[in-house]
């Protein structure tokens, strides 16, 4: 009786032995699909996302950062960068109230894995301050892009182009928020900048060239304007040539303002006086780059439009 007993444990042993065996094959397994699954998921969404197609990007992003919290983890450097090219596409497809909270996400996880003055994480908190930008809450944008300023002169040095991008992309802001005084001096802080690293009849230059000269003459200083709007059409008729939008933007903002202070001369003010409404517009363009590890922007030839025409800007690493 004893004897089968014991044999009869020793059946029941092995047979959950086998199981055991069995069901760790299957987790292995299992395991393995899974991790499969997601690197092929990674690998066709970023081929459709470098392609620009999103609608078929965007599902495949999503479901690689739900197999993600599984493995390798929702707070792998992977799973962060697959969230933040989710924000990003629902950014390029302007849908701004969806990519915030996954930007501000990202960010805060950024912040606590890689520290708060990775680069990455600072690429993040340019994407959520150019998103508040994008929505139009510039209070929210300023100070954002202001730190994001600051923390990239300190990290990344003062002449490196996503610092030269930020001072630009402040300056803007302050700029559509007609903060014109304060605008002005980081323009032509861009300005020098550019001059120096890409040269004077760089595009980019050109470009920072005008938005000066638009500065000036928005703060009512004409005679500076002029000046300046001069030297940045002679300029890109010889680089761009005259037929280029930008050489004809530079012809149009002279006939304007040409225009606008003809009118105020002849109602009694040759100046502008503080605080007064200005009655015409004007675009930028930013400072954007090519590729760095993953697509990064628009190409820099590429004239930076206005606001809701120009999300390229963003960085989606």
Known sequence: MYYHSVISDRTRNANLTKQIESAKKKLVYNTFCLVLKTIIDKLYAIQFFDQNDYDKALPMFQDFVENSKRFPGEDHRDTLSALHKIAYIHFMKREYDKALPLFQECLEKRKRVLGEDHPDTLITLYNVANTYENMKDYDKALPLFATCMEKRKRVLGEDHRDTIKTINDLAYTKYITKDYHNALPLFEE??????????????????????????????????????????????????????????????????????????????????????????????????????????LSASSSNIMKRKHKSARKLRYK
């Open 190 to 295: 861009c300005l020098e900048k550019r001059k120096r690293l890409l040269g004077e009849d760089h595009p980019d230059t050109l470009t920072s060239l005008n938005n000066v000269a638009n500065t000036y003459a928005n703060m009512g200083e004409y005679d500076t304007a002029f000046k300046l709007f001069q030297e940045c059409l002679k300029k890109r008729k010889r680089v761009l040539g005259e037929d280029h939008p930008d050489t004809r933007k530079t012809s149009a903002d002279i006939v304007k303002y040409e225009q606008i202070q003809k009118i105020q001369k002849e109602q009694g003010g040759g100046r502008r006086k503080k605080n007064q409404k200005y009655v015409g517009s004007t675009r930028h363009r930013r400072y954007s780059h090519g590729r760095r590890l993953n697509k």
